[in-house]
């Protein structure tokens, strides 16, 4: 990656016109939009945002009036309902609050037990583009690319996480740092099938309500000689050379599809329990989404909210049936973020679905009702072809890097920010930008502080100010790995990792 002309120091302090550099990006998206190409990751159209609707209240799969139901079967699902309705209230209640919501105590404890997965990947590596908010469009040169479809192939090739789909896990960089999460379902084993199969359904049922026209299964996440697979995307984004953040645009009738489909208690279960360890694993970029997106939403009122608690801003619905893509990397998506991929369907996953991270040299078993939280922005991922008959589908939560850019600016975009700032704003800005990514990688939280309960990553004088030196030992310890007297030498990972 040294080599790749596109990948510079983390700080380099270059002279150049931010201002006229920022005009002319903005000039080459618009024209790239305007003759049909993407303009920049987000290729669907933005409307701007409307004062917000009765979102649809989630219906129940069986509901406490259902008469098939004995009273005690009534009384329990009545107990549940209000407590699903408590926890909405509260919900709305955090989302008022300008502070990020902390762990729980039980998604803390659930966080430190997750189990490392180390990778021979160091963070600093991560491609990115110049001014550090979005990935980059080179595609990663790999030497296994070509097998992509292989998957015993690049099972004997790569390392390869056979995951079981019952524990979380944490995959480790290097230097330990957290780069990305396997994140079991919280009902273990199959006591989580009946929500995968509700989950299939309403997918299955949204691809039959919506319509496509034929080229819409055919897009650079899709393979180009396979039949493809449509997508559906709802939230908000920002992009394209256009002037301001909006939801983006959908039919009236697919518009009723995703409703339906988004409002599914199955649906709500799969996209959301990944949120907790999200917050956990990684709690500092968990931060900045959430505070980002609060800040959207709170200037702009219409933007819509998919889940409760979501720190993302959108959510593209892999309609399958056959949902498996290329490498790819989503280059439009935050640079120092995380992604959340849920795999839904039925189908083998010793065969296929697999998860390949190009990038850390990894393929991953990823069963169906399970979700990875990677990030997709810089690292090359796609999927292994599953077989002929099974259906896979997926749910990826996700924000555009130009959200965070967006806001940074003052919620402008980068030509209205450059026409009214001055000199000193400029030279700021440039300043930022260089640092930005310095910043960014201390945004990867490293998971022996989880374990010790310093989940958001405080540095070592913080806690000494409040905490006796027995306490931070750890931390001390992490700070030892990897330093200058640290001449060990590192053990070989094994080829095969069983994961539980
Ligand atoms: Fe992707």
Redesign the pocket.
């Known amino acids: 990656m040294e080599d790749n002309p596109d990948f510079g120091p983390p700080i380099v302090c270059q002279h150049f016109d931010l201002q006229a550099g920022l005009i002319r990006e903005n000039a080459e998206r618009i024209a790239r939009e305007d003759q049909g190409l993407h303009p920049d990751e987000d290729e669907h159209e933005l409307e701007l945002p409307t004062p917000p609707s009765n979102s649809p209240t989630p219906t129940s799969i069986l509901t406490a009036s259902s008469p098939t139901l004995s009273r005690v079967q009534k009384k329990k699902l009545k107990k549940r309902e209000h407590e699903h309705k408590k926890r909405q209230a509260d919900a709305r209640l955090a989302d008022d609050d300008p502070l990020p919501p902390t762990p729980t105590p039980s998604v803390l404890a659930k966080a430190a037990a997750a189990s490392p997965l180390h990778v021979p990947f160091s963070a600093t590596d991560f491609r990115s583009s110049k001014p550090r908010w979005t990935g980059l469009q080179t595609p990663l040169e790999h030497p296994l690319l070509a097998y992509a479809r292989d998957v015993e192939f690049l099972k004997s090739h790569m390392q390869y996480a056979d995951w079981a789909g019952e524990k979380t896990h944490a995959i480790l960089d290097s230097t330990g740092h957290i780069i990305g999460s396997l994140i079991a379902p919280p009902l273990p084993g199959k006591a989580w099938t009946p929500v995968n199969d509700d989950a299939t359904a309403a997918m299955r049922l949204a691809r039959e309500e919506m319509s496509f026209p034929a080229d819409a299964c055919h897009h650079r996440?899709a393979y180009d000689d396979e039949q493809g697979f449509p997508a559906a995307i709802d939230g908000f984004g920002f992009g394209g050379g256009r002037t301001d953040v909006g939801n983006f645009k959908m039919s009236a009738r697919h518009r009723r599809a995703m409703d339906k489909l988004i409002a599914r208690p199955s649906i709500r279960r799969t996209a959301t329990y990944g949120y907790g360890p999200f917050q956990a694993l990684c709690y500092p970029i968990h931060s900045q989404y959430y505070r980002t997106t609060r800040e959207l939403r709170k200037k702009h009122p219409g933007l819509r909210r998919l889940f409760p608690r979501s720190p993302f801003a959108a959510l593209t619905a892999n309609l399958g049936p056959h949902s498996v893509?290329p490498p790819?990397?989503?280059h439009g998506n935050a640079t120092d973020g995380m992604?959340l991929i849920s795999a839904l369907g039925h189908f083998d996953p010793d065969k296929g679905g697999h998860l390949v991270l190009w990038d850390y040299n990894l393929i991953i078993r990823f069963p169906p009702g399970c979700s990875i939280l990677i990030p997709?922005t810089v690292v090359t991922?796609s999927n292994t072809p599953i077989q002929a008959g099974e259906e896979r589908f997926s749910l990826?939560q996700y924000s555009a890097g130009g959200l965070f850019r967006w806001a940074a600016n003052g919620f402008k975009s980068d030509v209205a920010w450059a026409a009214t700032a001055s000199e000193e704003d400029v030279a700021a800005r440039e300043q930022a930008r260089q640092a930005r990514w310095a910043t960014a990688l201390k945004k990867f939280s490293l998971l022996k502080d989880v374990k010790m309960g310093n989940y958001a990553g405080r540095v070592r004088a913080e806690l000494w100010a409040e905490a006796e030196a027995g306490d931070i030992s750890d931390l001390t310890d992490v700070e030892n790995e990897g330093g200058d007297g640290d001449d060990e030498e590192e053990e070989p990972l094994p080829k095969k990792i069983r994961c539980a």
């Open positions: 996440r893509s790819h990397a989503d992604c997709s991922h990826i």
